[in-house]
């Protein structure tokens, strides 16, 4: 905790710095903002990125030609997920439209535009957004995880399981993968249990010992982690732990 404690303040004094040396320079006030967001300073964060945004959309003409060029983008991200988190949808909403006209070139942006979706409980729109992300970054960590979560929810556990496997081989130790593939095998080992009467073939046991092993390294990472806790400490799938003899 010291250490990112260190490495927030030395960010913080960096951003600082170069505020007062370039103030009509967005890109410290966006490094500024996504501290200040990591903080809990949620108003802060949100009017620092507003400060960006008002540089980017009105400062020379040249930059307004150019628009969120480069990292730029992340003004536009991160004040709508700080809005979502308020519950904010519409003005959520309306600042995503925005990015994704303009930055449509970003994995990033669509995995917002995906996440909004979800929030508003149109899960196809949200699947397709995160496969237009896998599109422009077939590696990336989150959308492979974003899209896993889904086709979790619609039980389409093979498809689901690729997609976990994905965020792992490209992120090793990645928890939202680590936990989601965990999920999926000790679903599948539950399933196989349904259509077995009892009797598990040694790819299912396999299944779902990595399943064990997988979220007790969620619990070694984040020992707090709720949804890790859930799942092993009642038996994650109580029928094979009952019949295993694990604890």
Do not use: C
Request: net charge neutral; glycine share 8%.
């Amino acid at each position: 905790r010291a250490s990112v404690k260190r490495v927030i303040h030395e960010v913080t004094r960096s951003s600082t710095t170069a505020i007062r040396l370039a103030p009509n320079q967005p890109q410290p006030l966006i490094e500024r903002a996504g501290v200040l967001a990591s903080l809990g300073r949620e108003d802060e964060a949100l009017a620092t990125y507003q400060r960006a945004i008002d540089l980017i959309e009105n400062g020379s003409e040249e930059q307004a030609d150019i628009g969120p060029r480069g990292s730029l983008y992340l003004a536009y991200t991160g004040m709508a997920r700080l809005l979502l988190s308020q519950g904010r949808i519409e003005d959520a909403a309306t600042l995503v439209q925005t990015i994704l006209e303009a930055r449509p070139d970003v994995a990033q942006v669509h995995i917002l535009a995906g996440d909004l979706a979800r929030t508003q409980g149109q899960r196809v729109q949200a699947l397709t957004a995160f496969r237009d992300a896998l599109a422009l970054a077939p590696a990336n960590a989150l959308a492979n995880v974003r899209v896993g979560d889904l086709l979790l929810e619609a039980d389409r556990l093979g498809e689901a399981r690729d997609a976990y496997e994905t965020a792992l081989g490209s992120e090793p130790g990645y928890l939202p993968a680590t936990l989601g593939l965990a999920r999926v095998l000790s679903r599948s080992g539950d399933a196989a249990l349904s259509t077995s009467g009892g009797e598990l073939s040694d790819a299912d046991r396999a299944n779902l010992e990595r399943a064990r092993t997988l979220l007790q390294d969620v619990l070694a990472q984040e020992p707090t982690n709720r949804a890790a806790q859930m799942a092993v400490l009642p038996g994650y799938s109580h029928r094979w732990v009952r019949r295993s003899g694990r604890p």
